[in-house]
């Protein structure tokens, strides 16, 4: 499974960005994909998930501002950022969880946040 993130750049506070997340296999193999970010000199922390069936989930921090969604039929996850805030910069990855277990990452994409 190959992933490719895209949409992250720069923005001022307050703004908002929409990241996208291409898988190379058929979204119906996938049972959970999800967003994970890592700020400079941090771990990698986990943002916001969704089931197959679309049932989302959210890292505190981030709930009411983002909005996680995918779409089977492209087989592609996006998450809608509103409100960013600097404490948001980071570099962010999406994550596919097969059905048979297996973990794939894609490529960072960098989102800053700053005036």
């Known amino acids: 499974v190959q992933l490719q993130a895209s949409g992250g750049g720069l923005v001022q506070p307050g703004g908002s960005l929409r990241l996208s997340c291409a898988a190379s296999?058929?979204?119906?193999?996938?049972?959970?994909m999800g967003w994970y970010r890592q700020a400079p000199g941090k771990q990698r922390e986990l943002v916001a998930t969704i089931s197959y069936r679309g049932t989302p989930n959210y890292t505190d921090s981030v709930k009411g501002r983002f909005t996680i969604s995918r779409d089977n039929a492209k087989n592609a996850v996006y998450l809608q950022m509103n409100s960013l805030e600097p404490e948001d910069t980071a570099a962010y990855y999406c994550?596919?969880?097969?059905?048979?277990?297996?973990?794939?990452w894609g490529q960072g994409t960098l989102v800053t946040v700053s005036s």
């Open positions: 296999t058929n979204f119906k193999s996938i049972a959970v």
């Open positions: 994550k596919a969880v097969h059905f048979n277990g297996g973990n794939y």
